[in-house]
């Protein structure tokens, strides 16, 4: 990638990556910007604009080659590279984490589970360890791991991610209810589902007064 | 609310809403847009546009009264309201929504779990029963639903959400990994979490770009 590409770009590739794996799992080789527009629900000029950004994957009257475009962008979103996941709190959101079948097919792998509930700490997810909290030091000492992802109270939050960053934790996937303060060069996503839901809220009652 | 507040200043207010209930609960009274700008790590004179597009809460040399803020904004989102919630599959993610001690707080209450799997159904969750999918039509027939949330396989989605806007629901919050295509009037809020784990894998790998 020489070109930086802009956020509002970037943003829309996952769902890019999403239409093409399903196109793939269709068997459809090729798709001219206005069916892909269609599908996508987005218009045929952005979804145009959009992929002249990382290079010529259209033919006037052919379309795109769907396996190449999906190539690229898999590269352009480093999902060709293999990803390894600790999951910080075993509870219902750290099992769904590790339940998921979607992210081990593209190469998001969950290797561990730490918690403080004994009655959690030594049983196993999928296969996936529960390991004590204390534990994450040495674990990560001696295993590769990526990301983090940190699905605990926001009270607990804090400590465990000082402790994260003191580990020299590269990624993490935020999912307690807080913004964390982290160096510069600790790359964060969060997922904030009181956010989400409060955006639904206001969706709801928008709806109300435009149909009042 | 006379006028309409851009879609970029809602998306922003759900977090303004969480500082805001944060600084209730440490007994601060009023704050400075300054202060704020601080706290939430965006600049101050973002904090004076997006408040000034919902009203007078700031005095020169006095700063914004908290709680008449937080008030307005919950009042703009509609969290003076309650919303019912139930939630389709009572797999992990269903079982996290149900089980999240926030949600209930801050007025979104969730009154069933449907499911197919004759294990789960019977069962309950923190005291929320979990009912069979076939049982959905008159369970909505009896009971006020506000939001159905989606936690089942993409797979089974498009089923479940025909059946769903046949009994007249009005929002959905949709963790299934598909795009709903849902009329117009219902309201649709989408959680990705592959969508979040790919961006993850961006911007770890432009990290590394950038690292060299």
């Not at 590269?75 to 959101?93: E, F, S, W």
């Not at 700490?121 to 791991?145: E, F, N, S, T, W």
């Not at 003191?166 to 160096?183: E, Q, S, T």
């Amino acid at each position: 990638m020489q070109e930086k590409i802009s956020q509002a770009v970037i943003r829309r590739l996952p769902r890019y990556y999403r239409y093409l794996s399903e196109l793939l799992e269709e068997g459809i080789e090729r798709i001219s910007s206005k069916d892909l527009s269609v599908r996508m629900n987005v218009t045929a000029s952005q979804i145009r604009q959009d992929i002249n950004n990382f290079g010529e994957f259209g033919l006037q009257g052919y379309g795109y080659n769907v396996r190449d475009l999906y190539q690229e962008i898999k590269k352009i979103l480093g999902l060709d590279q293999k990803h390894y996941i600790i999951v910080i709190g075993a509870g219902n959101m750290g099992r769904a984490i590790a339940k998921y079948p979607n992210f081990e097919k593209n190469g998001f792998i969950v290797t561990a589970l730490f918690d403080v509930d004994p009655d959690l700490i030594g049983k196993a997810i999928r296969g996936i360890p529960i390991y004590d909290i204390g534990d994450l030091p040495q674990y990560m000492d001696r295993h590769r791991v990526d990301i983090a992802a940190l699905t605990i109270p926001k009270d607990n939050a804090k400590e465990i991610v000082e402790c994260l960053v003191n580990l020299n934790i590269g990624a993490i996937w935020n999912f307690a209810y807080v913004d964390l303060d982290l160096p510069s060069n600790i790359v964060v996503e969060n997922v904030h589902l009181s956010d989400s839901l409060t955006q639904l809220s206001y969706n709801i009652l928008n709806r109300r007064n435009e149909q009042g």
